[in-house]
Each structure stands twice: as C-alpha cells, then as structure tokens.
C-alpha cells in the first residue's frame, strides 16, 4: 500500500536550517507530483510547496519563497524541503502528501 514517511523534523533556533525527508512506496514516485503542508497549532493546514513529478516545475507559498526550497530524488523515492532563515511562525508538524495520501507528519518547532 501507499506509505510516506516524514523525518528530519526538530527544534532548530530562528535563523537556522532543517531538512525534512519523505520517503515514499507502494507508488510509481516519479509519476507523482508531490507536496509539503503543515499545520501550526489552531490553525488550518496549508500548502508549503509543491513539486512536479521530474522536478522541473516547483511552487511554493509566499511565506516560505526565498527561505525554503523543495526538491526530490526519484532514484530514492524520496521528496525533500530544505528549510533556511526560519523563525517561530515555521513551527508546525509538516506534512508530506502524495497520490492522494499523507504522511503521519514531522513535528518542527523553531524557538530559542
């Protein structure tokens, strides 16, 4: 069956970096556009950024543009978001999303 499996998630200090993994199966992952969302407490989830299924076409919401970047390996089957500059409004548990499936999520918290 589908699975995505999120990791990298963290505490990280404003201004600093993480890096989040999705590893996906039991779907052909290169014919898949795939998403981060995340889901800060009390609010509702958003889109983080998208990528296209060769990675040759990538969207990202306002908030993030300049400071995260989303990229994937499909010999690994595997969606990354690089995450720079980031500050307490990034914390959320981040989703990974795919074939119409989530992850079960990776908790980010940025605070000193």
């Known amino acids: 069956q589908v699975q995505l499996v999120e990791s990298g998630g963290g505490l990280v200090q404003p201004g600093g970096s993480l890096r989040l993994s999705c590893a996906a199966s039991?779907?052909?992952?290169?014919?898949?556009?795939m998403s981060w969302y995340r889901q800060a407490p009390g609010k509702e989830r958003e889109l983080v950024a998208g990528?296209?299924?060769?990675?040759?076409?990538?969207n990202y919401a306002d908030s993030v543009k300049g400071r995260f970047a989303i990229s994937r390996d499909n010999a690994k089957n595997t969606v990354y978001l690089q995450m720079h500059k980031m500050t307490p409004e990034d914390t959320a548990v981040y989703y990974c999303?795919?074939?119409?499936?989530w992850g079960q999520g990776t908790q980010v918290t940025v605070s000193s």
């Open positions: 039991g779907f052909t992952f290169n014919n898949y556009f």
């Open positions: 999303f795919g074939h119409g499936s």
């Open positions: 990528i296209s299924s060769l990675g040759g076409v990538t």
